[in-house]
């Protein structure tokens, strides 16, 4: 089996993911994994698929460009050898901050997550401007080493939400789950 990565931007409109997923059937593959969001009113997605070892990725990517022409959207399609890394031993946590709406925000976070080895495995930021700081959210999905000494990660993020104004709470992820179970 051959895998492939397909990654789709575009302007957000019914259907678009029904005629990715015909087209991928039609071409003999299947969806591994799929992840896709809407921003303000851009759809993105990116896929992982299996397929049949002579299909290229440029070949699919043709297949899929002409298949959605008319829903305007940038197809990209590339073959990758997935890596297995060594298994780090972690602990995941929620990370989310709440505040003004300013440039660094993100950038102010991810660098403590960087310095510790802390790998997002999922990010959603929602920045609709102003001072309310309901209106601007950031929620990490993070892997946090075990080696990492949580007082100081602790210390050090609080640290940089009060230099960037940001409201943060830090939970392991479990203990967010169960908090915010319907």
Same mark, same amino acid.
């Given at each position: 089996?051959?895998?492939?990565?397909?990654?789709?931007? !575009?302007? $957000?409109? &019914? %259907?678009?993911?029904?005629? /990715?997923?015909?087209?991928?059937?039609?071409?003999?593959? +299947?969806?591994? @994994?799929?992840?896709?969001?809407?921003?303000?009113?851009?759809?993105?997605?990116?896929?992982?698929?299996?397929?049949?070892?002579?299909?290229?990725?440029?070949?699919?990517?043709?297949?899929?460009?002409?298949?959605?022409?008319?829903?305007?959207?940038?197809?990209?399609?590339?073959?990758?050898?997935?890596?297995?890394?060594?298994?780090?031993?972690?602990?995941?946590?929620?990370?989310?901050?709440? !505040?003004? $709406?300013? &440039? %660094?925000?993100?950038?102010? /976070?991810?660098?403590?997550?960087?310095?510790?080895?802390? +790998?997002?495995? @999922?990010?959603?930021?929602?920045?609709?401007?102003?001072?309310?700081?309901?209106?601007?959210?950031?929620?990490?999905?993070?892997?946090?080493?075990?080696?990492?000494?949580?007082?100081?990660?602790?210390?050090?993020?609080?640290?940089?939400?009060?230099?960037?104004?940001?409201?943060?709470?830090?939970?392991?992820?479990?203990?967010?789950?169960?908090?915010?179970?319907?």
């Amino acid at each position: 089996m051959n895998k492939l990565i397909i990654s789709v931007i !575009g302007e $957000d409109r &019914p %259907g678009i993911l029904a005629a /990715i997923s015909d087209h991928l059937y039609s071409s003999g593959c +299947n969806i591994e @994994n799929v992840s896709q969001t809407i921003l303000q009113s851009v759809f993105g997605a990116l896929f992982i698929v299996s397929t049949s070892v002579d299909m290229e990725a440029k070949r699919l990517q043709a297949i899929l460009t002409e298949g959605v022409s008319k829903l305007n959207l940038n197809v990209f399609v590339r073959k990758h050898e997935f890596v297995t890394h060594a298994a780090v031993l972690s602990q995941p946590f929620v990370i989310t901050t709440f !505040g003004p $709406d300013k &440039p %660094g925000l993100v950038r102010g /976070i991810t660098s403590i997550f960087a310095r510790h080895a802390i +790998n997002v495995s @999922n990010l959603k930021a929602v920045f609709k401007g102003g001072d309310d700081p309901s209106n601007n959210v950031m929620i990490f999905e993070v892997d946090v080493p075990s080696a990492t000494s949580l007082p100081e990660l602790r210390q050090e993020l609080k640290q940089a939400a009060q230099q960037l104004d940001l409201e943060i709470n830090i939970q392991h992820r479990k203990i967010f789950e169960t908090m915010n179970r319907i």
